[in-house]
């Protein structure tokens, strides 16, 4: 348990990202996404990535996306 005189740090500061898609119909049975993550590529707050204390998931795990940054991805969907 964390107390005043077992931790330096507390508590996280609340973190927000924002991901985007685009999407476009190219054909009829064809879809094209331009996937954006972590748009402003906004890091986790300090101390998030100091260590899991009683978490039972890695930092990097839970903050994946902040410690990678600003991620692209091009999606391409056919129906046949």
Known sequence: MNSATS???LSVHSWWQFNTTFA???LKNTTVRFIANNVFDRE???PALAG???NFA???EQYFSGIIGRTY???VEAKF
């Open 7 to 9: 931790s330096n740090y």
């Open 24 to 26: 476009y119909d190219v």
């Open 44 to 46: 986790p707050p300090f």
């Open 52 to 54: 899991t204390q009683g």
């Open 58 to 60: 890695a930092a990097t």
């Open 73 to 75: 991805l091009l999606n």
